[in-house]
């Protein structure tokens, strides 16, 4: 993420408390909560067009999250549109190079969730029993 970039977002923020950016091919959205003195990251790891393979599914708890960790990113289901977007909500910071850093390593995370929902979304369509016709 280049200084400007940072700077752009950090101007979002301050006028209309969300921002969006992209890291590493990540679109990620930042939305500011400064009652709590936080900043609120979502990016879509998972799209699924109005359907989520079961296998998907099974990676989610029946609240729509899935954590791995006590603190810091999770999984989160959009019912409306069948997305699965990683989540997180870190100390608000205006400096550039902690920012630069931290973004950097959520958008590494998006990266390998898309690819472990990909497999799983792959092997749930690949397990679909095929119909045969014999003659």
């Not at 940072?6 to 209309?16: D, E, H, K």
Request: net charge negative; aromatic share 12%.
């Amino acid at each position: 993420m280049s200084y400007d970039a940072f700077l752009a977002v950090m101007n979002q923020l301050a006028g209309q408390r969300k921002a969006r950016c992209v890291v590493q091919g990540s679109v990620i959205f930042i939305e500011s909560k400064p009652s709590e003195k936080k900043w609120a990251l979502a990016t879509r790891v998972f799209c699924g067009d109005g359907y989520l393979p079961q296998a998907v599914k099974e990676c989610i708890t029946s609240s729509g999250t899935l954590r791995w960790q006590e603190r810091g990113a999770n999984l989160r289901v959009d019912p409306a549109s069948s997305s699965i977007y990683l989540v997180q909500e870190i100390e608000s910071s205006g400096k550039y190079v902690p920012f630069r850093y931290f973004m950097r390593d959520f958008a590494d995370v998006a990266s390998e969730w898309r690819e472990i929902l990909e497999d799983f979304a792959e092997r749930d369509h690949t397990s679909i029993p095929l119909t045969s016709h014999s003659e």
